[in-house]
Every structure is written in C-alpha cells, then in structure tokens.
C-alpha cells in the first residue's frame, strides 16, 4: 500500500483544514492519522475501520475532528475544525488497526505516508 499525505498549512485558532491521504494499492484493514508536536511522542488522532467504516478519534479532538473516505478516489479525509494551537503538529496517514485505547496502532504490514505539517498560530 502506497499513501500519500497533503492538505496542511498555517492556519489561525479556531479555523479548518482538511488532511487527505490517497491510498494506492492492496487492503487495509484499518487506515487512519497519527500526529507527533515537537517534542512530543506520536500519537493517534483518528482511524476508519475498513469492514464496517466504523471510526475512532482521540479525546483530544473528538467534535472537531472528522475522518471519512471516499472509495472512488481511494482516498481518506481528516476535517479539522475549531483547530487550536496545540493541534501545531505533522500529521502522518497511515494503515494500521483501529484501538480503544489508543486509537490507532500500528501493525507488521502498516505503511506510512509522508508527513505533512499543520500549525495552528495567529
């Protein structure tokens, strides 16, 4: 599976953007976003379940986040809304499988795509 990120940028608090990574290749199981700050560890933001197009979002962005796909463009969509300065991070798509606890993890066959970064600053 090749995966291939865009859609980041500056924007101010409170605005939106929307992530999309295309997806080319085999299945998936599971394919979602992980984020890593400056300074911080990787962490899940969002996964979508590819049997039952079930989703998962970390507390953090619950509300205002949104994961979806579109199967004729093979492509998976991350809408960010009311985005604040501590969303500032790169944003990596990749596959994987969805968790309860941490939202999305990574497995033996998981590919990434390459990051791209979104800071949120006035």
């Known amino acids: 599976v090749q995966l291939q990120a865009s859609g980041g940028g500056l924007v101010q608090p409170g605005g939106s953007l929307r992530l999309s990574c295309v997806a080319s290749?085999?299945?998936?199981?599971?394919i979602g976003w992980f984020r890593q700050a400056p300074g911080k560890e990787r962490e899940g933001v969002s996964c979508?379940?590819?049997?039952?197009?079930?989703?998962r979002y970390a507390d953090s962005v619950s509300g205002r986040f949104t994961i979806s796909r579109d199967n004729a463009k093979n492509t998976v969509y991350l809408q960010m809304n009311s985005l604040k300065p501590e969303d500032t991070a790169v944003y990596y798509c990749?596959?994987?499988?969805?968790?309860?606890?941490?939202?999305?993890?990574?497995?033996?066959?998981?590919?990434w795509g390459q990051g791209t970064l979104v800071t949120v600053s006035s």
């Open positions: 290749g085999l299945d998936y199981y599971a």
């Open positions: 990749a596959t994987g499988l969805c968790s309860t606890r941490n939202v999305i993890v990574t497995a033996p066959t998981t590919s």
């Open positions: 979508f379940k590819d049997s039952d197009g079930s989703t």
